[in-house]
């Protein structure tokens, strides 16, 4: 897996990468409450909001991690928000992405560097 400083995390899956966001965003965001997903088939380029998350204590704003094209978004998130507590690294992902260049992945955090920059 490999983070961002906006605390999401990406998985590659085949020639798709899984966006989510770490545990440590979700234990500072509180109870999720509602989380508004972007459509499939949106082009977005890295640093474009793309997701919208309420809580408890506040409203956050998912951040495009790299550019490419959303390809399915996590519905499940849109009925039970609280999933993103309950399982922030698994099944509260909030969508998939092709992108175009994966070498882009590089520049991002390893797990160990990213423990080390919330540390």
């Not at 965001?29 to 082009?43: A, C, N, R, S």
């Not at 790299?66 to 390809?71: A, L, P, R, T």
């Not at 399915?72 to 399982?87: G, H, I, W, Y």
Request: net charge negative; aromatic share 6%.
């Amino acid at each position: 897996m490999k983070y961002t400083e906006e605390h999401e995390w990406l998985r590659v899956e085949g020639d798709l990468v899984v966006v989510g966001i770490t545990e440590h965003a979700a234990e500072q965001l509180g109870d999720v409450v509602f989380v508004e997903l972007p459509e499939p088939e949106t082009q977005v380029a890295k640093g474009d909001e793309v997701c919208v998350i309420e809580s408890v204590k506040a409203a956050s704003d998912i951040l495009a991690p790299v550019d490419g094209e959303i390809v399915e978004v996590n519905d499940a998130l849109t009925d039970s928000p609280d999933m993103v507590n309950k399982d922030p690294l698994g099944e509260a992902w909030f969508f998939k992405m092709k992108i175009d260049d994966t070498g882009v992945l590089d520049d991002l955090m390893d797990e160990d560097e990213y423990k080390d920059f919330i540390g």
